[in-house]
Each structure stands twice: as C-alpha cells, then as structure tokens.
C-alpha cells in the first residue's frame, strides 16, 4: 500500500517538461530566423557582387578599357569598408549594420573609416552599440516619412584621433527637424555617464552631427 501511495505522489509531481519544450521550440525558432537573416544577407552581397562581375565584363566586351580604372578603385574601396566594418569587434553591431544595408530599402547607409576601429576596447562599448542602433532606427523613420526614398542618404564616418574617436553622422533627406532633436536630446541622456560629447547642425533637409569619445586611458587610445 505505501509503495502505490509512492508511486501515486510521483504522479502528481510537478513537471516541467512544457516548459523545456516550449523554451526549446523558441530557441529553434530564433536560431531559424537569424538563419534566414544571414541567407538573405548573404543573398544580398553576392548579388552585389556579380553586379559589378557583370559591368566589368561588359566595359571589356565594349572595349571600353577607359572605364576599367574608376570601376576597379569603387570594387577596391567597396572591399575595403567592408573588411573594416567586419573588424569593429562587436559581432552584434556587424551584423546589424551589414543587415541594415541589404534590408532597409528606404534609406541608404553608407559606413566609412580610413583605419581599424576596434570599438570593443572602449569602456561601455555595449551603450555606444545601443546608440547607433537608435540613431539608425530614428533616421529610418525620417526616410518612412518620406515619399523620396531614393533621396535619402546616412552617412556615418569614423575616425581615431591621437586622444578621441569621433563619428561624424550625415543625414540627408526629409526629415522633422523637433524628432530629430529629441533624437539627440534623447542619446546626450544616453550617453551621459560616458565621456562623450555631441554637437549638430540643422539645415533644410540636412542634419549633421559630430560624436565625440574621449580616448584618455582606454586600450583605443594611440
């Protein structure tokens, strides 16, 4: 009798296999749509790819060898960016800018600097992560905005000083001059435990702004 009555506690003990299987299937499935991401961007820079194959190979059947320089230097520095976005550090933020340019049809990104940035090795690198993910997200819903998509354009360039890292921020296009503002009030709250420092100029269709990081004493200072 005692052993039935064991085994009839068992069964009435609590389980948690729904959880493990529901927490199992949300895995599977957030590892399945960062999959599809990667193949749609992989999709996406081979396309580009053989796009500039294909214009080459077209100036040469037209021997228009004249062509062939101005085209090779656009592959050279296309190459170039790339291979410096992908050494930034933060895989997270790679792949979300990489991403951003092959999915966001209304606003074209272009990402340069001259050097390796390895944005890893500044203190609190995670807030300036989160940063540019607002400030790209906030001109995107500039460009939303506007019916002439192909019109706008950001810009961001970074650059390593001797004792600053800057990223010089151009956005071109339609945009609410008070979002955008707010926008910037909103990342000067953000970032106020960093030493940073942001200054802006409002023209029509035209926002620049230049962000500035204080090197003194981190692994990024020269």
């Not at 064991?6 to 599977?28: C, M, N, Q, V, W």
């Not at 001109?139 to 360039?157: H, M, T, W």
């Not at 106020?192 to 204080?214: A, D, K």
């Amino acid at each position: 009798m005692a052993s039935n009555a064991k085994a009839e506690g068992y069964a009435h003990l609590p389980t948690d296999e729904p959880e493990r299987d529901s927490a199992a299937s949300e895995s599977t499935r957030l590892a399945s749509e960062q999959d599809l991401r990667m193949l749609r961007l992989f999709n996406h820079y081979r396309h580009d790819w053989m796009n500039d194959i294909q214009v080459l190979m077209g100036y040469v059947q037209l021997k228009k060898y004249d062509k062939l320089p101005a085209m090779m230097e656009k592959i050279k520095d296309k190459v170039q960016q790339e291979s410096l976005i992908s050494k930034l550090g933060i895989p997270s933020l790679i792949l979300f800018l990489l991403n951003f340019q092959a999915e966001v049809k209304e606003l074209q990104l272009d990402v340069r600097m001259n050097e390796e940035i390895r944005l890893h090795e500044l203190p609190g690198w995670e807030d300036v992560e989160e940063g540019i993910k607002r400030i790209l997200a906030g001109f995107r819903k500039e460009a939303a905005s506007s019916p002439y998509s192909d019109d706008n354009n950001l810009e961001l360039v970074w650059t390593k000083l001797e004792h600053e890292l800057r990223l010089d921020i151009r956005y071109t296009g339609v945009c609410q001059a008070e979002r955008v503002r707010q926008l910037e009030q909103g990342l000067i709250r953000f970032w106020e435990t960093q030493q940073t420092r942001i200054q802006s100029n409002y023209e029509e269709q035209e926002v620049l702004w230049s962000v500035q990081w204080t090197l003194t004493g981190t692994e990024l200072e020269r």
